[in-house]
């Protein structure tokens, strides 16, 4: 759990409180900090972080701090958080706010196999309409060794996940559960004006 | 009685076993699944974590597919589906600006008609009807199931409401205990499997899963029964590894709750393809009685 003293910094304070207050939907000033999310939240063992010192964090206006947390990328979406805010306070829509903001100043991700994972998701999902669970797997695992051999890992890492996921993989191939085969939406051209549009408005 | 149905992505892969379940199930209630025509993935998590706007537009078409479609409920079995579809109606009836904006690009506007039902809803509705008592063929026994809702059917990013209480659900419990089922009282009900995280954050994923699994063994449970795909498939493929990590000699089957209702109506093990679980899910079928 992160100890470190929270400093309020006014002249950083108000533009990146304003902005993710903004993008997320969320009015952290009024967080009272009763920490009720802290309690909930399942990930913050492995984050270091609670949901309550992230908000602090935002409001004192330390950006870097707000943006390079585990939280930020360890955070499942399980909206216990929200759920339990006595001010309805989603940390959740926090937590995507800043990835989406991480990604557009293109700082590296302080856990990139999950930024793989939901950018390979979105990328199947896009390219036929409908997920496939095939596709997914492999641009994720091209994405993951390209990474891992980057920041010097080497083939041991990769041929060590891999190793990992082809038995997951036969276990569920003998189970009729690898689906081989995509599905393609008809109307395609829809998806594509979405995705269009989702563009345009970044 | 006709409703309109979206199985999603993981029906029609890794879980097309739910899909064949349901609709079996259906059919036996009385209750003609009506496919959604050409619906397409609803960007489920990944979608709030990368693109605000599509996490809306993409549940949006299928939504605009269920307005036009005449029907007025849609059962969507897949807990993911059912919640970003439910949040993107809710963004859509308050924010008039941003449907324009989707409908634009939308062939099937969203008029925000359907009404969206969980897999769970759908039962507890043909549930107290006489005809629902005189169908079942057998009754759950010796079952103890720990009923897992996980997170997506009661905890939502906006203002929903729903009807079940949303820290102790009771509806998967209401259904297991007509069956005959004696459900447990636990603590994890809602708690979170880890979702993706078995694929890209293992050591979290794993950790929440030992959690679910110890509380369930310690509370009496022989089995887990759960409704989403994805809270099914990790328990089921990852409890090896789960148990492995955290010294849990015990494992338990994790049905659906089509399974057990569709067993309780008298469908064969085999048409329910029952055989497709990780963990050996036919012992407890010897349990099985007739009513």
Redesign the interface.
Known sequence: MSSATVKFQPEYSQPILQEIME?SGQNLLSCYQCRRCAAGC??S??AGVTPDRLIRMIVFGQKDEALNNLLV??C?????C??RCPN?I?T??IT?TL??MS?KAHLEAL?P??A????A??KS??DN?????MDL?MT?GKKNAQHELKKGGGWKAVIAELKGQAK?GL??YK?????LGS?K???LS??K???K??EE?? | MKIAYYPGCSLHASSAFYDVQTQMVAKRLGVELVELEDWNCCGATSACKTDNFLSIALPARNIGIADASGLDELVIPCSSCYSRTLVSQKVLADNSDLRDTINSELTKKVSGRIRVLSIIELILKQLNSKDFSEKLKYKLEGFKPACYYGCLLTRFPYDIKIEDNVENPQGMDIICKKLGAEPVDWNYKTDCCGASATVNDADVALRLMSKIMKDAIARGANCIVATCPLCQFNLDAYQDMVGEKYGIQRRLPVYFITEFIGLALGISDKDLQIDRHLIDASGLLKEIKQV
């Open positions: 993008k399942p990930v063992d492995e990328w360890r499942v979406a399980c909206y216990t929200g759920e309805n989603q959740a829509k995507e990835k989406q990604k856990s196999k999950i793989s994972f939901h950018e998701f979105i999902a896009i309409g409908r997920l496939s669970e797997m994720y997951l276990a569920l189970k009729k559960r690898v689906h599905e939406v008809k109307n829809e998806i004006k979405l995705s549009k989702a408005l970044k």
